[in-house]
Structures are given as C-alpha cells and as structure tokens.
C-alpha cells in the first residue's frame, strides 16, 4: 500500500511528529499533505500502531479522521456525507481496487 501510495503521489510530504518503539510494538504521529485525485489538498494527522516481529512490521493500524480527511479530498460531498457509512465503504472499495490494480502491475 505504501508503495502505490508514495508512487501515486506527484507533491506528497509526510513529517513524522513523534515517534516511539519497543521490541514488539511501537507507533507513530505523522502528518501528510498531499494533493488528492479530486485536485483537492489534503492535510492528514495520523497516528499509526505497529507491531513488530524478527525486526519487521507484522502490523500496522492507521487511525485518523476519516470525516476531516472527506471534507478536504471530496469537497461538498465529503462535507455533507462524509461522515456516513456509505461513503466511507465506497471510498474504502475504491482503495481496495486500486490497491488490487497495483499489486497486479507489481507482479507481471
């Protein structure tokens, strides 16, 4: 997902604001700017979960504003029904296919 996502991104800039790790678990603050595919600027605040195994990252949960981050990528409609179900399934369906496309890419 980073991959497509850093690869995707014509003006992206991430800050890591703090960070902490122990042998099995850390997280991280960050924060994105980036313009999105709606020509919308984004400003994203993430806090991110990690756990770790042998030295690598065996998970990583993100958690941000999913209505914050709809009102800036979607505009009007991100604003008035950013915060439903219904748009965050479709925004999620739409990540998922688009992840999908890339990995297919990655592997022919």
Not at 94 to 101: F, K, P, Q, V
């Amino acid at each position: 997902m980073w991959r497509m996502l850093t690869g995707r991104a014509k003006d992206l800039q991430v800050r890591l604001a703090e960070h902490e790790a122990e042998e099995q678990r850390g997280s991280a603050h960050w924060l994105a700017d980036y313009t999105f595919s709606t020509g919308r600027r984004v400003h994203n605040d993430v806090h991110a979960e990690f756990r770790f195994r042998d030295g690598l990252i065996t998970e990583h949960r993100d958690a941000f504003s999913f209505y914050a981050w709809a009102r800036q990528a979607l505009g009007p409609v991100g604003l008035a029904l950013g915060w439903t179900p219904i748009v965050r399934a479709k925004v999620q369906r739409e990540a998922h296919a688009g992840l999908e496309e890339f990995l297919r890419g990655a592997t022919t």
